[in-house]
């Protein structure tokens, strides 16, 4: 699979290892905005070709597929420009701003029959894995509820993560979406029925959010808690986490509060299984998981909990 990849941020390198490590991928463009950035990309990955402008690649019938590792607001316009073309698409969490723009990449997919897959990586995780086999398995019993959390504490992100236009949201959009992923992955996927929230500006300077809590009742009758933020004065645990409370039991992904010496909590592995999952599944004709559907009901989770909170 010849693979392009838009952005050459922070998560785009882990894209680029995930790649060159698959045995059937071949990295063979980049494109970013900012070409100082765009360069030094291309030259720790062995890129052969680069450009400022997305659009020549979207438009390139011998790039098979995208990695979209840009800011929210792109996700959607990359996303559907690629799938029109033909293109297999991998873009990374959120899926976009909107559940309308997920709607938009979406139909795009479904009008070309191009892959569309969303990187909600903590999917990936040997632990999250391991996890959701045992509550599968029913050793757990039945899952009555789930606590969980993407927050960051003493930290927050600065740039086009803080600004509205660029990212759609705040810490809700960029932590929280992880866990409304997880705890609907560690359950078998199911649907929401009923999303009530609190969310606000409490922590930092910004017109975004850094504070979320998420009461969400699932379609097989289990409630989540799910918490977001940034400069949060303490997690509890690791910078995410689920807890699950059964009629058979009790389970946390990390039974750890705090990282052991060496551990690493978001490590090239996750990112990897990710991009094979995708090369895979486009290899073998079957829809990637998690897919565009799956990202977009983590989209409507986070539309109704704006709404719930009064801010959408
Ligand atoms: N799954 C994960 O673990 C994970 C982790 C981090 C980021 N992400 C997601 O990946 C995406 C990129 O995040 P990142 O941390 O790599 O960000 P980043 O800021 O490190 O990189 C963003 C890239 O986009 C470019 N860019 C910035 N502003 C732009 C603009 N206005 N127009 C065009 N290009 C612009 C930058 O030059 C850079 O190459 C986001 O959607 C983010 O939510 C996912």
Not at 10 to 21: K, L, P, Q, S, Y
Not at 211 to 233: C, F, M, Q, Y
């Amino acid at each position: 699979m010849r693979v392009a990849l838009f952005g050459s941020g922070w998560i785009a390198d882990f894209h680029a290892r995930g790649v060159a490590e698959h045995p059937r991928g071949e990295l063979v463009a980049a494109a970013n905005w900012r070409p100082e950035s765009l360069a030094a990309f291309a030259e720790r990955h062995a890129i052969p070709r680069t450009t400022t402008d997305w659009r020549e690649l979207a438009a390139d019938p011998s790039i098979d597929a995208v990695v979209i590792a840009t800011p929210n607001a792109l996700h959607a316009p990359q996303a559907v420009a690629c799938l029109r073309a033909g293109k297999h698409v991998l873009v990374e969490k959120p899926m976009a701003r909107t559940l309308a723009e997920c709607e938009q990449m979406l139909a795009a997919a479904e009008e070309s029959g191009a892959r569309l897959m969303v990187a909600h990586c903590w999917r990936f995780h040997t632990d999250v894995r391991r996890l959701r086999e045992r509550v599968a398995g029913g050793e757990l019993g039945e899952i009555v509820k789930t606590r969980g959390y993407g927050v960051h504490a003493g930290w927050g992100p600065s740039g086009w993560f803080t600004d509205p236009e660029l990212a759609g949201g705040g810490a809700l959009l960029d932590m929280g979406v992880h866990a409304i992923d997880t705890a609907r992955f560690l359950l078998g996927d199911p649907s929401p029925q009923t999303v009530c929230a609190r969310i606000g500006t409490r922590f930092g300077d910004y017109a975004v959010d850094d504070d979320g809590l998420l009461l969400i009742g699932w379609s097989n009758g289990t409630a989540s808690t799910v918490e977001s933020g940034w400069w949060h004065p303490h997690k509890g645990g690791l910078e995410a986490e689920t807890e699950l409370f059964g009629t058979g039991g009790y389970a946390r992904i990390w039974d750890f509060t705090e990282e052991p010496e060496g551990y690493e909590h978001c490590a090239q592995p996750m990112y990897s299984a990710q991009i094979a999952e995708f090369i895979d599944a486009v290899g073998e004709g079957r829809q990637p998981r998690p897919s565009g559907d799956d990202g977009a009901v983590v989209m409507d989770v986070v539309e109704r909990a704006y709404r719930s909170a009064g801010l959408r």
